[in-house]
């Protein structure tokens, strides 16, 4: 994934203070990652860590290190980081930027832009931009709801009831993040959000009744625009079989998160939504240290132990 610089100027241009002042030709070029580099060893002659693909930023360092050199040297310094690949130049602190930074890199159509901003202001705002906008993404088929806090997602074969379920746990009170189509976006290595597809917004397709506006039918405070995640759960058709104790953690990796997943079986009469419930519940516990079939396993070990050693001293007739 990439942003042009072009969309970055007409999309967050007015929130990050900035505007063109060279290179408008190069306003195709992309940035690649959402990092930011402050190019002053490059601009030294040190061009071996120079990224290409990102932002450079000169603060007033930057900017008076190139105005203290000779004017043949400091362009051809800033010509050799133009020619690097990078993405675009940014002067903050409201400077206006040289004419020895402007004049090699519009030779090399690479964007001059200036900012407004402070460089430390401008660093932290232009990387949360960057970071939310390259955020990687895929779409599921499921349903996510917020449940005892919790962001879950609902998988399961079409036609097995994901809707019925979401549905059931709005009218419990819990709220809808998205129906159907799920976008899933990795915020940072390990957190994952979802929200609703935007032609579907909280609507939601019920077998029987058609289509219905979850907002509308039950208030806004049934509703979510977006959720973490915090775990799965997935409907699969009774299997027999499955443990019953519920020792085995289950782990599914969906944009390389690792996420903690619980399978339930349906069956006529089971109430799946109240098993969710459940699920939510026994997560925050194991969350806060207790696991529930684990202390039960043992303290069933326990017992049977001790039997065991009661039938050893007991005097053989």
Not at 139 to 148: A, K, M, N, S, Y
Not at 298 to 311: F, G, I, S, T, V
Request: charged share 25%; with cysteine; proline share 5%.
């Amino acid at each position: 994934m990439s942003v042009p610089i072009r969309e970055l100027l007409e999309t967050a241009g007015p929130a990050l203070g900035l505007r063109v002042v060279a290179g408008r030709r190069g306003l195709d070029r992309s940035v690649v990652v959402p990092r930011l580099q402050q190019p002053g060893l490059a601009l030294a002659g040190y061009l071996a860590q120079l990224h290409a693909d990102r932002m450079q930023v000169l603060g007033n360092s930057e900017v008076s290190y190139l105005t203290t050199l000779d004017p043949a040297r400091a362009r051809a310094a800033v010509a050799a980081v133009a020619g690097s690949g990078v993405a675009c130049f940014v002067v903050t602190n409201g400077a206006a930027p040289p004419a020895v930074l402007t004049e090699p890199a519009e030779a090399a159509n690479v964007p001059v832009l200036a900012s407004t901003l402070r460089t430390a202001e401008f660093i932290r705002a232009a990387t949360t931009w960057l970071e939310d906008r390259l955020a990687p993404e895929t779409q599921l088929h499921g349903d996510l709801v917020e449940v005892q806090g919790l962001g879950i997602l609902i998988l399961g074969k079409s036609g097995i009831g994901k809707s019925e379920v979401a549905l059931d746990l709005v009218a419990r009170g819990h709220r809808l993040v998205a129906d159907d189509v799920v976008q899933l976006r990795r915020i940072s290595p390990v957190v994952l959000r979802g929200r609703a597809a935007e032609r579907l917004g909280h609507h939601m397709e019920v077998r029987g009744l058609g289509v219905i506006d979850v907002e509308a039918l039950f208030g806004t405070l049934a509703t979510l625009d977006e959720r973490q995640l915090d775990m799965v759960t997935e409907l699969v058709e009774w299997p027999g079989g499955e443990d019953r104790l519920g020792i085995a953690e289950e782990q599914v990796v969906l944009l390389e998160v690792e996420l903690p997943l619980v399978r339930i079986p349906v069956r006529p009469g089971r109430s799946l939504a109240m098993l969710i419930e459940t699920a939510a519940r026994n997560h925050l516990l194991r969350l806060r240290g207790r696991q529930s079939a684990l202390r039960f396993a043992e303290a069933l070990d326990h017992e049977l132990a001790e039997r065991r050693e009661k039938r050893a001293r007991e005097p053989r007739s």
